[in-house]
């Protein structure tokens, strides 16, 4: 027999002596259900079969289970800690037990993720069993915390995620999973950054919240990451008087709540004086506003109080009825600030109110566009006859003519002062010149033709704008503050002269008034009114009281949603004016009596049409942007007229700085 075959059979036996040996050693044991183990390179099959003895569990064994496992054990052990302390020697030498409807089945370690026993939270079970346990989580991310995980599981095992139900499944040894399952439950909770509610029972939730924005800079955005988001939000809640908070860290929200704690206790009995500085709204309008309110729910018995002191706080009198407390609102309009004496829930009551009406008004920028395009087409022709010749003969003499238009066209206003002739085609037949008793001498004209043809087309375009608060009117005028005389007096002619005239200015040419209304929604109710006026042009010097104007204008209120072009009226005018004089009969006769005829013809046609589109500005950043646009605009026009003279250009925006002023005596 070869020296190999001898260790072999000799390593055999000693395995069958200890298996042997640990089996007389557990044997005196079983009356009092305790045992001592001693393996010592004991077989597992053999030792399985010795654990099974003693705890009556049925085992069945994977033909791959084969090794030699080592237990000692110093004092003796009831058989469920011997039963656990075979599956951790089985755990050790990479073996697992598989308990299913009475049998435990010993496999290797790597196939018991498959048939684990599922469990829950409420499952207790623990030793170095192979359960498997599905984890909800509520918070954290699974797919996350899996990653997390993945080291402290078995490298056998399994750990997997399903981010559709945001659950975590793993199959691993039963005290594993336990461990597994603490760790889960400590990260799996409310982050610092979750929303956190805190009741304020007497003071106002505004005011808390404005004064702790002052105080903590977490409320500030970095400014290194101006992106960021601040590590402090404080929100209110008007309704429960609460706060909302959103906190980075525990540590913050830790601190919010004991200056809370501090600062919400009840004041005295009367009352307190708070002052309430306003941002946006008026003070005076607010007061009132809040006066009414109060005065409103107070019902009867505020009518017989003053309206800047109001009973609105209720207590116990002798008869059992309320007791009223005084409450004052006082607007002081210096600071544009509000005096508030009432107790507390009435005083937190108006604060919400406040905070409510204090809130930034929109702004409203409109543009009109007035356009007015018109046409005027003219055309003139006639043939006048005129023979004065007998004026200056003696006797019966006879003298006539034909005579149309009015001056500048007719033949005896020429024959007067030919440069007075309007313009156009003017021929004429003069034959020297006659003397007329009281006009004196002229020219002799005995012929004058006339013809005409005028073609005007004019595009007038006007763009107003103007920038206006929600709900307050806003006013352009661009044109002129003409003179207009309403009345004059003289004395009489025995008293020295001292006349005098009554004279009302108004303004002529452009005039646009808006009143805007912004809805929730989004649209825009306009309140408009238009006038366009001008000076009717005449080639004699008139005097005021002799002035003609024209003037249109419209008034009308419209709905239009931001952005959008509206238009809010308009006018079409076609005016048409044929005028013929002739000579009766002579210039009824074809052809010939076009000789005796004067035709004047006129067509005037206007369009006009007014477009308005509003513009909402909410915050300071939409009104700057405007601002921008239209700066760099009108320096871009100015620019295009002064080429040459650069120092006189706008500086660009937000850029040069005025030099500091000069005050007398400083050098």
Same mark, same amino acid.
């Given at each position: 027999? %070869?020296?190999?075959?001898?260790?072999?059979?000799?390593?055999?036996?000693?395995?069958?002596?200890?298996?042997?040996?640990?089996?007389?050693?557990?044997?005196?044991?079983?009356?009092?259900?305790?045992?001592?183990?001693?393996?010592?390179?004991?077989?597992?099959?053999?030792?399985?079969?010795?654990?099974?003895?003693?705890? #009556?569990?049925?085992?069945?064994?994977?033909?791959?289970?084969?090794?030699?496992?080592?237990?000692?054990?110093?004092? +003796?052990?009831?058989?469920?800690?011997?039963?656990?302390?075979?599956?951790?020697?089985?755990?050790?030498?990479?073996?697992?037990?598989?308990?299913?409807?009475?049998?435990?089945?010993?496999?290797?370690?790597?196939?018991?993720?498959?048939? #684990?026993?599922?469990?829950?939270?409420?499952?207790?079970?623990?030793?170095?069993?192979?359960?498997?346990?599905?984890?909800?989580?509520?918070?954290?991310?699974?797919?996350?915390? !899996?990653?997390?995980?993945?080291?402290?599981?078995?490298?056998?095992?399994?750990?997997?995620?399903?981010?559709?139900?945001?659950?975590?499944?793993?199959?691993?040894?039963?005290?594993?999973?336990?461990?597994?399952?603490?760790?889960?439950?400590?990260?799996?909770?409310?982050?610092?950054?979750?929303?956190?509610?805190?009741?304020?029972?007497?003071?106002?939730?505004?005011?808390? !919240?404005?004064?702790?924005? %002052?105080?903590?800079?977490?409320?500030?955005?970095? +400014?290194?990451?101006?992106?960021?988001? !601040?590590?402090?939000?404080?929100?209110?809640?008007?309704?429960?008087?609460?706060?909302?908070?959103?906190?980075?860290?525990?540590?913050?929200?830790?601190?919010?709540?004991?200056?809370?704690?501090?600062?919400?206790?009840?004041?005295?009995?009367?009352?307190?004086?708070?002052?309430?500085?306003?941002?946006?709204?008026?003070?005076?309008?607010?007061?009132?506003?809040?006066?009414?309110?109060?005065?409103?729910?107070?019902?009867? %018995?505020?009518?017989?109080?003053?309206? %800047?002191?109001?009973?609105?706080?209720?207590?116990?009198?002798?008869?059992?009825?309320?007791?009223?407390?005084?409450?004052?609102?006082?607007?002081?309009?210096?600071?544009?600030?509000?005096?508030?004496?009432?107790?507390?829930?009435?005083?937190?009551?108006?604060?919400?109110?406040?905070?409510?009406?204090?809130?930034?008004?929109?702004?409203?920028?409109?543009?009109?566009?007035?356009?007015?395009?018109?046409?005027?087409?003219?055309?003139?022709?006639?043939?006048?006859?005129?023979?004065?010749?007998?004026?200056?003969?003696?006797?019966?003499?006879?003298?006539?003519?034909?005579?149309?238009?009015?001056?500048?066209?007719?033949?005896?206003?020429?024959?007067?002062?030919?440069?007075?002739?309007?313009?156009?085609?003017?021929?004429?037949?003069?034959?020297?010149?006659?003397?007329?008793?009281?006009?004196?001498?002229?020219?002799?004209?005995?012929?004058?033709?006339?013809?005409?043809? !005028?073609?005007?087309?004019?595009?007038?375009?006007?763009?107003?704008?103007?920038?206006?608060?929600?709900?307050?009117?806003?006013?352009?005028?661009?044109?002129?503050?003409?003179?207009?005389?309403? #009345?004059?007096?003289?004395?009489?002619?025995?008293?020295?002269?001292?006349?005098?005239?009554?004279?009302?200015?108004?303004?002529?040419?452009?005039?646009?008034?808006?009143?805007?209304?912004?809805?929730?929604?989004?649209?825009?109710?306009?309140?408009?009114?238009?006038?366009?006026?001008?000076?009717?042009?005449?080639?004699?010097?008139?005097?005021?009281?002799?002035?003609?104007?024209?003037?249109?204008?419209?008034?009308?209120?419209?709905?239009?949603?931001?952005?959008?072009?509206?238009?809010?009226?308009?006018?079409?005018?076609?005016?048409?004016?044929?005028?013929?004089?002739?000579?009766?009969?002579?210039?009824?006769?074809?052809?010939?009596?076009?000789?005796?005829?004067?035709?004047?013809?006129?067509?005037?046609?206007?369009?006009?049409?007014?477009?308005?589109?509003?513009?909402?500005?909410?915050?300071?950043?939409?009104?700057?942007?405007?601002?921008?646009?239209?700066?760099?605009?009108?320096?871009?026009?100015?620019?295009?007229?002064?080429?040459?003279?650069?120092?006189?250009?706008?500086?660009?925006?937000?850029?040069?700085?005025?030099?500091?002023?000069?005050?007398?005596?400083?050098?």
């Amino acid at each position: 027999m %070869s020296a190999k075959k001898i260790k072999q059979h000799l390593a055999r036996t000693v395995v069958i002596i200890s298996a042997i040996t640990a089996v007389l050693l557990i044997q005196p044991a079983f009356a009092d259900e305790s045992v001592s183990l001693n393996f010592v390179n004991a077989d597992i099959a053999s030792v399985i079969k010795t654990i099974g003895a003693h705890t #009556g569990k049925t085992f069945i064994i994977d033909p791959r289970v084969t090794g030699t496992v080592n237990i000692i054990s110093q004092t +003796p052990v009831s058989k469920d800690i011997a039963y656990q302390i075979l599956l951790s020697s089985l755990r050790v030498s990479g073996y697992a037990a598989i308990e299913e409807r009475g049998v435990v089945k010993i496999v290797p370690e790597g196939d018991a993720k498959t048939s #684990g026993t599922v469990i829950d939270r409420s499952t207790q079970i623990s030793g170095d069993r192979i359960v498997t346990q599905v984890f909800t989580l509520q918070n954290e991310s699974a797919v996350q915390l !899996a990653q997390v995980l993945r080291p402290l599981v078995a490298p056998n095992n399994f750990i997997g995620a399903y981010p559709g139900s945001n659950v975590l499944v793993i199959a691993d040894y039963a005290s594993n999973v336990n461990r597994i399952a603490k760790i889960i439950s400590s990260i799996d909770v409310p982050t610092s950054a979750d929303l956190q509610l805190i009741k304020l029972q007497y003071a106002s939730a505004v005011d808390v !919240a404005n004064l702790l924005k %002052s105080l903590m800079p977490e409320t500030n955005a970095n +400014p290194t990451n101006p992106g960021a988001p !601040a590590k402090l939000s404080l929100g209110v809640e008007p309704r429960t008087n609460s706060l909302i908070v959103r906190a980075e860290t525990p540590q913050i929200v830790a601190r919010i709540k004991t200056l809370i704690a501090g600062l919400d206790i009840p004041t005295a009995a009367g009352g307190n004086i708070h002052v309430v500085y306003l941002r946006n709204a008026e003070a005076v309008k607010v007061a009132e506003t809040l006066r009414g309110l109060i005065a409103g729910s107070s019902g009867s %018995s505020a009518a017989a109080v003053a309206p %800047s002191t109001l009973t609105t706080t209720p207590g116990t009198s002798t008869g059992g009825a309320p007791s009223p407390s005084p409450s004052s609102i006082q607007a002081y309009a210096s600071t544009n600030s509000l005096v508030i004496v009432a107790p507390d829930h009435v005083y937190n009551s108006l604060r919400t109110v406040i905070d409510k009406l204090d809130a930034r008004r929109a702004q409203v920028y409109v543009e009109a566009l007035i356009v007015e395009v018109s046409a005027s087409v003219a055309s003139e022709f006639g043939i006048q006859w005129q023979d004065l010749s007998g004026l200056n003969r003696g006797g019966s003499q006879v003298i006539g003519g034909t005579n149309f238009g009015g001056t500048g066209t007719n033949i005896i206003g020429a024959a007067a002062n030919i440069s007075a002739v309007n313009s156009g085609l003017n021929i004429g037949i003069v034959r020297g010149r006659i003397n007329i008793p009281g006009v004196g001498e002229v020219l002799n004209l005995g012929a004058l033709a006339r013809a005409l043809e !005028a073609d005007q087309k004019g595009n007038v375009l006007s763009t107003p704008n103007i920038l206006t608060l929600d709900n307050e009117e806003g006013k352009i005028v661009v044109g002129q503050n003409v003179p207009f005389v309403t #009345g004059s007096f003289t004395q009489t002619a025995n008293a020295s002269t001292n006349p005098f005239q009554t004279i009302e200015r108004k303004d002529i040419g452009l005039t646009l008034k808006v009143t805007p209304q912004v809805a929730e929604g989004g649209t825009v109710k306009l309140k408009a009114f238009l006038e366009v006026s001008s000076v009717v042009p005449t080639t004699t010097a008139v005097k005021s009281v002799d002035l003609i104007t024209n003037k249109r204008s419209i008034e009308n209120t419209v709905l239009v949603d931001d952005g959008q072009i509206v238009v809010i009226g308009g006018l079409i005018q076609d005016d048409t004016k044929n005028n013929e004089s002739k000579v009766p009969l002579l210039g009824d006769i074809p052809f010939v009596g076009n000789l005796f005829k004067y035709q004047t013809k006129n067509r005037d046609k206007t369009n006009l049409m007014v477009f308005l589109r509003p513009y909402v500005l909410r915050d300071g950043k939409a009104a700057n942007q405007l601002t921008g646009e239209r700066y760099d605009y009108i320096r871009n026009e100015q620019g295009a007229v002064l080429r040459e003279n650069e120092s006189s250009l706008l500086p660009p925006t937000g850029g040069a700085q005025l030099p500091p002023a000069k005050v007398p005596g400083n050098k």
